[in-house]
């Protein structure tokens, strides 16, 4: 124990820095954001022992938590759904893509439930009631990987 609080005692300006480094390295490696805050931290508190060098390491412990907790907060009030912004949000929901199409059953749809063949995939599709072999249907919403049908919709233009 004694030497833990020797360990702490000689904390100086370029310990944080390296300290600092290291959580960078490790978020790039991968921490999805979650080490930013931390090591900025880190950074900040060098900057500050440089500043001030005489700086005990309760006060260098009580700043770096807070400013740890402070700017991690921060990333993910900021800047965690900017990575989730995008022009495709539907690049990769498929059936979200179909949303608002049109599609002649080759089966006929029992009890709300049954399938279609949409390009190469079969889809589980659901709706209120029966329908019949032939009918065009829109597809209304997603449900996962299910299919919601709207029934008797005619697309514009379309001539019987």
Known sequence: MHSLIELL?????????VFGTMLMVLEVAGAGGFL?????????????LFVIPGLSWPW???IFALTSVSLTMLYLKVFR????????PLINDRAGQLVGQFITLTEPVH?????VQVGDTRWRVKCEGDLPVGEIVKVADSDGMTLILEEKVRPEGYRV
Do not use: K, V
């Not at 931390?38 to 900057?47: G, Q």
């Not at 009890?111 to 399938?115: A, D, K, P, Q, R």
């Open 9 to 17: 005692a000689g904390l100086q300006d370029w310990h944080w820095f």
């Open 111 to 115: 009890n709300g439930e049954g399938s």
């Open 36 to 48: 930013i805050g931390m090591a900025l931290a880190a950074f900040l508190l060098a900057a500050l």
């Open 60 to 62: 260098q412990l009580a």
């Open 81 to 88: 759904n900017f990575n989730d912004a995008t022009d495709a």
